[in-house]
């Protein structure tokens, strides 16, 4: 049965002994870490497209999204102290659920990922295209500083912020954490100052209609802006680089949370509550979908005059309230922060990446560690690349609701393992321990497939679509390479000279020589 091809926990522990990364990172750097990946893809870069979506209601969606994010946070916290290896979701689903739900798990984790990587890069050109042409009062020609679906040819600072990024990767996981946690001081400034200027000016008149769409709209908003707490995820994937994980895991995955969702509710109040953010409609009067050819033919068409209309949200509104040189401020800031949030995604990225290559899963090249770096820099170039194309061709729009799919795949499948686990393997040490399991983790998994129901009907189905593509891979590939079908284990350190040992197959595994079941 291909179900039965789970790798032990003992097993997975082992295997990080035996070929760890470098453990450099502690609480507070975790933190930062998180921060750095969670503020910034919501406020700073989608605040405009969850407008479009809900309005004013994106308040509400905010405090959804916050809600769903937090209960898998608990899961996550409890996996990540138990279980303190690279591959987050992947590795949890490997030890409880088996090796195709794992793989699955791991495909998915590629396309959140990647495409958020890569959505946050096409933000961030977005704030330092609109700061220099504010700044210095000259036009930058659309067709280099956009992509086909926004009315341009290419995204040229998007293209180029994401290889920078990947350069930093693969210097090294210390010196990134280090910028990192400049860039985040730098980050909560910035959106501190905004909540300063903006909240005190509130009309609440701008709060009405408060769902112009209805609640329909609110949940689709919510689906939209949910791979902005995708921070969390990310730093559990610096479980093997951490020192005292046990302790220092779930510090990192809640205290980055508690601290990002205060800042999302306050900055959405302040846009709201300032400049309104009602809508823009089409033709026929109905809403238009965001990062959408017809979206943007209808910004071109009144100017730019909505806040959804921009592609730098936060600095738009500072110049619409009266503050021009702090709105340039703000996009200065967000131009040198945004880095840190594509940073920690495909940080994410490549570990998974990497503790699948070192399963067998994916080829053994994407394991190397550079000599003098120690990093995985195959991978990490591999992604990087990709990341880049991405960010050229495509809006924030697409960008973010593909990755989401992902996403709350991943979620939901780490919020089944940890109950699962506390079922099959009650005896196991568990340095922290979800509380209200029968609550929490059920609650989880129904919120991540509303969310995931509330995406739209072209998101789901290139979801269902880069599905079947991981299963022809599997199948075609993984499956036949993968160390636990092979009947290999890992060993601890201890015995680290002795070749891994093969052991009887599982049930459903592929023995060498012969066949699959």
């Known amino acids: 049965m291909i179900f039965g091809r789970i790798k032990p926990l003992d097993s997975i522990l082992a295997t990080a002994e035996k070929k760890s990364l470098n453990r450099s990172l502690g609480a507070f750097q975790l933190t930062m870490l998180g921060i750095g990946a969670v503020i910034g893809t919501g406020i700073f870069v989608l605040t405009a497209e969850a407008a479009q979506k809900a309005g004013p209601g994106m308040m509400l969606s905010f405090v959804i999204a916050g809600f769903v994010c937090a209960v898998a946070a608990l899961c996550y916290a409890e996996m990540s102290a138990m279980v303190p290896v690279s591959g987050s979701a992947y590795t949890y689903s490997y030890a409880v659920m088996g090796e195709l739900i794992a793989w699955m798990v791991g495909w998915a ?5 990647a495409v958020a990587a890569g959505a946050v890069s096409v933000g961030w050109s977005g704030y330092v295209v609109g700061l220099i042409e504010n700044a210095f009062s000259i036009d930058i020609p659309d067709m280099l500083v956009r992509g086909p679906y926004d009315g341009g040819v290419v995204n040229l600072p998007a293209f180029g912020i994401a290889l920078l990024v990947t350069w930093l990767l693969v210097i090294g996981t210390r010196e990134s954490a280090i910028v990192n946690a400049v860039l985040v001081c730098v980050k909560v400034a910035a959106l501190s100052l905004f909540i300063v200027l903006a909240v005190p000016v509130m009309n609440m008149d701008n709060f009405t209609p408060f769902m112009p769409l209805g609640f329909a709209g609110v949940s689709a908003a919510a689906a939209s802006i949910f791979f902005a707490y995708v921070g969390f995820d990310a730093v559990s ?11 220092n895991m779930p510090i990192g995955l809640i205290g980055s949370l508690g601290i990002c969702t205060v800042f999302y509710i306050l900055v959405a109040a302040g846009v709201i509550g300032s400049v309104g953010a009602q809508p823009v409609s089409g033709a026929g009067g109905a809403a238009l979908a965001p990062g959408s050819m017809e979206l943007s033919q209808q910004c071109a068409a009144i100017g730019d005059a909505a806040v959804v209309c921009s592609k730098e949200a936060l600095a738009w509104t500072l110049r619409s309230i009266g503050w021009p040189q702090i709105g340039n401020l703000i996009g200065l800031a967000a131009g040198l922060a945004l880095p840190s949030v594509i940073l920690m995604m495909m940080f994410g990225q490549t570990r998974i990446f990497f503790v699948m290559s070192r399963d067998g899963l994916l080829p053994q090249m994407f394991s190397k560690i550079h000599p003098k ?12 690349i990709f990341v880049a194309l991405f960010a050229a061709f495509f809006p924030v729009g697409k960008l973010a609701d593909i990755s989401n799919s992902g996403t709350l795949f991943a979620f939901a499948a780490v919020s089944i393992a940890v109950l699962v686990l506390r079922r099959t393997d009650p005896a196991r040490r568990r340095p922290f321990r979800t509380p209200g399991i029968a609550f929490t983790a059920p609650v989880a998994i129904v919120g991540c497939v509303y969310l995931f129901w509330s995406l739209g009907y072209e998101t789901k189905m290139m979801f269902v679509g880069w599905a079947v593509i991981g299963l022809l891979v599997y199948f075609l590939y993984s499956r036949n390479h993968s160390f636990v079908g092979r009947g290999i284990v890992d060993v601890h350190e201890d015995d680290a000279d002795v070749p891994p040992q093969p052991v009887p197959p599982l049930p459903g595994a592929h023995t060498p020589g012969g066949n699959d079941a």
Do not use: M
Not at 109 to 113: A, D, K, Q
Not at 237 to 247: C, L, M, V
């Open 237 to 247: 994937t610096a479980a093997e680089e951490t020192k005292n994980p046990q302790r």
């Open 109 to 113: 984790l590629i396309l959140e990922y």
């Open 373 to 384: 770096f120690h990093t995985p820099h195959v991978v990490t170039i591999l992604t990087g």
